[in-house]
């Protein structure tokens, strides 16, 4: 066999080593093992920590700050809701009071000295109605002495010496009737504060969709660049193995040693590429442990992703997705709570512009004795009834300030619901565009699947024509750096897929359930 034939096998047996070993995205790939690192970036990236998408999520769900934040912001609104609850309470009161009274009586007809003691007790529970008024039922006691001492010359001893005993039952009603009336009014500010209790749940929801949808994208460009760096030394060592190829033919006889000098420009230029899609994956790296709430340090930058690069097309119904969207989107939900608050504070300014028109009534027996046994006869028997009645009317006139609060209200109503009119269009166009995002990927996946298949056969067709002297190394590094740049359009194509996708059921409330991903706390 002469030098040209085994030339020629030598050269057929390089072409087929390397379009076997060019990466198919999608698939997993095995590094080249490398006993001992040349570079620090090298050793970084040997020592990467494997991490599954899962692993991230689950780490950012527990350990990420904003996520903590909205938890405690919904523990400090339950606690507001749980305090304006106290308004149906009931409310104990008791007091007792010791009054001591010892005026003089100079210049009377009989000068001397008064004594009056009195002891007063009363005792009481009240509670606001959720009508606007207030009920109340008491009792009361009071102990009364009196005694005149004269301060004659000739006289020394007690005058007078009287004693009282009364006592009450009695039951209060205040309502009202025009202005106050009412639970929409009376318990508005409860009303409002569960309100905003909801509304901190759905931060909750929105930070966490919004925090998954972060992590997931972060992930997936942290797959992508470590795709890239993998291209980027296949193309390495393509290059690296054409240069061996070249010298060895040069070597022969058959190729002048500068044919050599382009195949070593592109190994120094896909070197540079090699170490900068280093720093790239470091950097997503500490992108992904940034937002998961991961350690940063020594050992702990860059991550090795788990997953690959798949995606299947799925069938998306373009109206379907908007309907999921309007009818389960957080944001739309939060702008609800909020403008069901408006609606309470339009109702309790509108109420405010009517005139006053208050109910008081009250009734209970009086005793007056002075036998203790008497005085509990009496409240016994409602021998001494009383009972009272009263209206109270006022009417502010002009009312200019009740009207300018009610304007105030129903406008910012009003600019709600203009605002959930402008949100939901906002909302169906981010779904479109979502949708188109996600068709045009997957349509990106198949056209760069098959300019992989094609640059392939191409590098093959041009490695064999530099076999018989019929091409050049420009022309084979060519049809490298298109198979390269089919490669990584075809990476970038599943990313954009996987991210759009991701988007999208972040848009119509899917991506917390599609994860296993729970936020709602008790």
Known sequence: MDTTTLRR????????????????????????????PSSAEEANRQAATPMSLKEALGAAIRQNP?????EVNIEAEEGNRHSQAGVDDW?????G??????????????????????????????RELRTGGTFSLSAGADYARERFKDDGPAMDFIFADSKTLSAGLSAKLFQPLLRGYGEKVARAELAKSKLRVDEATVDLTIEGLELTRSIISAYWELVYASQVRDIRVRALDLASEQLRITLAIVRVGNLAPTAALPVKQAIAVKSEAVMLADIEVSERSLEVRQLAGLEIGPGEIDLQPTETLNFAEANINLDEAITRALAQSPRLAKLEFQ?????????????ARDSRLDLTMSAGPTARSDDANNVLTQLGTFSHPRLAAGLLFEKQLGNRTAEGQYMNAEAVERSLNLEA??????????????VNLVRTAGRR????????????????VENARFQVGKSTNFDVLERQAELELASVSRARAVVDALVAAALLETLTGDLLKRNNIEVLTN
């Open 9 to 36: 096998h030598f050269l057929a047996l390089s072409i087929g080593v390397m379009c076997s070993s060019w990466p198919v995205l999608g698939h997993s790939q095995t590094a080249s093992e490398n006993p001992e």
């Open 66 to 70: 904003g996520f903590r934040q909205v």
């Open 91 to 95: 409310t104990l009161y008791a007091e």
């Open 97 to 126: 009071r010791l009054e001591l009274d010892r005026p003089s009586l100079e210049g009377a007809f009989l000068p001397g000295r008064t004594a009056l003691d009195a002891v007063r007790l009363s005792t009481g529970f009240r």
């Open 339 to 351: 403008r069901k608050r408006a609606r309470v504070d339009v109702a309790v300014r509108g109420d």
């Open 421 to 434: 009119e402008v949100l939901r269009r906002r909302i169906s166009v981010a779904v479109v565009r979502a």
């Open 445 to 460: 996946v198949a056209v760069t699947d098959t300019a992989i298949e094609l640059a392939q056969q191409n590098l093959a």
